[in-house]
C-alpha cells in the first residue's frame, strides 16, 4: 500500500472482524494481552528493567543536586537528557516505519545499558563531573529518541489481535508505574546507605532482562516492505498527517503544554524533598511513590475497561486533575498532604498519557505508526527539556513551590481549551470507530 492508499473493503472488513466485542469470564479481560507469549515475554522484561531505570532517574537527579545543589543545573542536565528526542524523533519515527522494529529495541536497550555502567563506574570511581553526567544524559536522550516511537510501534507485532491492543497499553502503564513506585523507593533507600552508583549499576545490569525478552520472542515473518522513499518525503507524509488530522493534531497539542507546563515539576522534587519537607533521599523515594501509586491505580482503572469508548472525553477531565494535583502539591507545606496531592497529580497524569496513547494507537493507520507516535514522543517527552529548562529557571528566581502552582494553572487552562475542542474531535473519531466495529453504525458520537 503507498502512503497515499486507503485501507481495501477487505482490509477494514478484517480489522472490524478483528474489533468485535468478546465475553471474558470475571476479571480475565483487564489481563487478556497477557495471554500473548510475546508480550508476556516483554511485561517479564520490561518490569525488572524500568525498577532500573527509575532507580537512576532519581539518583540522577539526586547526584546533581548534591554535586551543584543548583535548581538551575537540574533543568539544565534534564534539558540535555530530553531534547536530543525534540530533535531527532521525528527521523526516528521514519526509519522506525522502515526497519525490524525488534532490532531497533534490541540495540537501543544494548546502549541503554551501555550508557547506565559508564554512569556506575565513573560515579564509584568518585570520577564522576557534571560534564560527565552532562554528555551522559546526551547520549541517553539519543538512544530515547529511537526507542521511544520504535516501542510504541512495536506493540501491535506483540500483541496479534487487535482487540487487545488497548488492553495491552493500559498494562503497559500499569508495569511502567509499578517500577515507578518500587524504583524511587529503592533508589532512596540505597543512596542513604551507599551512593548514587549502585542504582546505577543495577540499572545497567536490568536491561539484560528486556534484551533477553526481545530475543525470546516469536515474530511472524515480517512482510514485503513498501518501496522506500526518501527519508525527507516520508518526514512530509507523517507531518501532513498529524498536522490535518484534527483529533491526532488536538490531543498532541494538549500534551505538548501539559509536557512543556507540568511534566517537569518532577525536576524540582529533590529541592521539595530537602527545602519544603525538610528531608533527604528517602522523602525523595516516598514523593515520588505517592505518584507512583496515583499513576498505578489510573492505568489499572484503564486496563479493566473492555473497550476504548469514553476515553476521548476523560483525556481534557485527566489534564484538569492533574493541574489541580500540581497546584496542591506546590502550596502544601506538609509532608502526608504533598503525599496526596502527588497521589492525585500521577492519576491524572497517567489517565491522560494513557487515554491519550490508546486512542491514538487505534485510529492511526499502519503503515504511519511509527512516525505517528514519533510525534506523539514529541509532545510528551520532546517539549520536556524545555519545560526543565523553564521550571529550573523560574525556580532559582521565583522558588520551586510558585513555579508548580504557576505551571498547574497552566496545564488547567489547556484542559479547559480541550474541552471546547471535545465536540469536533469525537465526531472525526466517529466514522474510524464505527468501521472497526468499535462504534454501532447508528451511534453518532463516540464516548
Known sequence: MSETEEPTRAESAEVSAAMEPRVYSGSSHAWRALGHRNFRLFFGGQSISL???????????????????????????SFAGQIPTFLFAPFAGVWV?????????????????????????????????????????????????????????????????????????????????????????????????????WCFLVDGISYLAVIASLLLMRLPAAAAKRKVTSTLTELKVGWIYVSEFLPVRTILLLFAVVSLMGMPFVVLMPIFAARVLHGGPHTLGFLMGAMGVGALVSALSLAARKSVR???????IAAAVFGLGLIGFGLSRVFWLSMIMLLVAGAGMMQGMAGSNTVIQTIVPEDKRGRVMSYYTMAFVGMAPFGSLLAGSLAHMAGAPWTVIANGSLVLLSAAWFATRLPKVRREIRPIYQEMGILPAEETIPQ
Open 51 to 77: 525498577i532500573g531505570t527509575w532507580m537512576t532517574r532519581i539518583a540522577t537527579s539526586w547526584l546533581v543536586y548534591r554535586l551543584t545543589g543548583s535548581a538551575l543545573l537540574l533543568g539544565t542536565i
Open 97 to 197: 516505519d522502515r526497519l525490524d522494529r525488534r532490532q531497533v529495541l534490541v540495540w537501543t536497550q544494548t546502549l541503554s545499558m551501555v550508557q547506565s555502567l559508564a554512569l556506575a563506574a565513573l560515579t564509584l570511581s568518585h570520577h564522576i563531573t557534571i560534564h560527565w553526567l552532562l554528555a551522559l544524559s546526551v547520549m541517553q536522550g539519543i538512544v530515547n529518541a529511537f526507542d521511544m516511537p520504535g516501542r510504541q510501534a512495536f506493540m501491535v507485532q506483540m500483541v496479534e489481535d487487535r482487540r487487545d491492543l488497548s488492553n495491552a497499553i493500559a498494562i503497559n502503564s500499569s508495569m511502567v508505574n509499578m517500577a515507578r513506585l518500587v524504583g524511587p523507593s529503592l533508589a532512596g533507600m540505597l543512596i542513604a546507605v551507599s551512593s548514587e552508583g
Open 310 to 316: 469514553g476515553l476521548v472525553k476523560m483525556i481534557p
